[in-house]
């Protein structure tokens, strides 16, 4: 199938491993051409050699998406470096585990800032130029605790589904505009986060009679969000879970 995103040029944070990753080098496979940050140097060099494989054209920038002027700051760059910027995937990394009565204020304030509210100021930052082409995407990859709290993960729980309520509001507003918003919420996948907090290797990554993703899938749903045909898709959060999610809605 054809995603019809060749040419269009996509912003995606936190993307020099993981999820974010994978979602630049599937929509670089589709033809955009792609600006990605994340904080390490290293890393970001090695994704975007990987990208550059694709044939196409790719931009790195070191940058910490959770400081309050690296949205606007990332998104002026991507306008600067490629007139324009039509596809934004807001990624960040996840905040640490704790039960419900465990977390303290600051680590509250913390993810909301890294998981809800730099998101927010992504997309207020994008949206004038997607507007202008009366075209636009935006997709926030979250987590499938939008649809199902995990226990051991509360920070996660509160601060992606305040996002979420952000995300549904503003899909309604822009819709009209050419412009979706979704939200790809994944379940486990085998990535090095994954492998950390579940003891680093990766025959640790998944339990015992647990499924695990390939982030390589997980990007290209959301190359699929991003895409011409995924013009009427909006207001969604897609669980990317392997049937995880054992809720109706
Ligand atoms: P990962 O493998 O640890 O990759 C995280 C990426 O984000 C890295 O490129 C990292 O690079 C970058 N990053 C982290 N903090 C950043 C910041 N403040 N500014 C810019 N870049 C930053 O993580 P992942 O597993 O792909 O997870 C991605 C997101 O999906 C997280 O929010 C996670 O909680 C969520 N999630 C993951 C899973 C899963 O199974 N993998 C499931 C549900 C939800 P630097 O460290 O160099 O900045």
């Known amino acids: 199938m054809d995603l019809g995103i060749s040419g269009r040029v996509a912003l995606v944070t936190a993307a020099s491993k993981g999820l974010g990753r994978a979602s630049a080098v599937a929509l670089a496979e589709e033809g ?6 994340a904080r390490g140097e290293e890393g970001l060099a090695d994704a975007a050699q990987e990208i550059g494989t694709t044939g196409a054209d790719v ?7 959770t400081d309050p002027e690296a949205p606007a700051r990332l998104v002026a760059t991507t306008v600067e470096h490629f007139g324009s910027v039509d596809i934004v995937v807001g990624n960040a990394g996840g905040p640490p585990p704790g039960r419900a009565l465990d977390v303290p204020d600051e680590a509250l304030l913390a993810a909301f800032n890294a998981n809800m509210v730099t998101s927010v100021r992504l997309a207020r930052a994008a949206v004038p130029s997607m507007r202008e082409r009366g ?3 935006i997709c926030f990859i979250t ?3 939008v649809k199902q709290p995990i226990p051991t ?3 996660s729980n509160v601060a992606r589904t305040s996002l979420w309520a952000w995300a549904k509001t503003a899909a309604a ?6 412009i979706t918003v979704n939200l790809a919420a994944p379940g486990l996948h085998d990535t090095d986060r994954v492998r950390a907090l579940r003891g680093g290797s990766p025959a640790a990554a998944a339990g015992a009679g647990e499924a695990i993703g390939d982030p390589r899938d997980f990007g290209r749903v959301v190359a699929f969000l991003c895409s011409e045909p ?5 207001g969604v959060a897609l669980q990317v879970d392997g049937a995880a999610t054992l809720g109706l809605l």
């Not at 931009?59 to 910490?64: F, Y």
């Open 153 to 155: 993960l509360a920070l």
């Open 32 to 37: 955009c051409r792609v600006v990605i940050c």
């Open 135 to 137: 075209w636009g995407r």
């Open 143 to 145: 987590s499938y605790s």
């Open 230 to 234: 995924a013009k009427f898709v909006s």
């Open 173 to 178: 507003d822009l819709f009209a505009d050419g």
């Open 59 to 65: 931009l790195a920038v070191v940058d910490d998406v």
